[in-house]
């Protein structure tokens, strides 16, 4: 897969892509609320590393190996998995503006 290919660099690379995603993390990381998160494509953890910063319990689901690898290094207390742990009858995900 290629995102087990660019996993160590993928921070650097979307960072330098897509600076924009680090204003869109703090928006979405500023509306969390008390609880756990559900971080669907989580790649390398950068959102489930903020969330445990405010004190949240992180849960992430990615279908590359090796990003999940960088995610465990880098939030040592999120659950983290290629497959969806429990049955999930809704999915809803969020998208910040940037206006």
């Given amino acids: 897969m290629t995102y087990d290919r ?3 660099y993928y921070d650097f690379l979307t960072k330098l892509l897509f600076p924009v995603g680090e204003k869109g993390r703090g928006i979405i990381v500023k509306r969390l609320a008390a609880g756990s998160v559900l971080d669907v494509a989580c790649g390398t953890g950068t959102l489930l590393a903020l969330a445990h910063e405010k004190g949240l319990q992180g849960y992430g689901i ?38």
């Fill in 6 to 8: 660019l996993a160590k």
């Fill in 62 to 99: 990615d279908l590359s190996g090796g990003t999940l690898h960088q995610a465990k290094l880098k939030v040592a207390g999120a659950a983290l998995t290629t497959a969806c742990p429990a049955k999930v009858s809704t999915l809803t995900t969020c998208w910040p503006r940037n206006h």
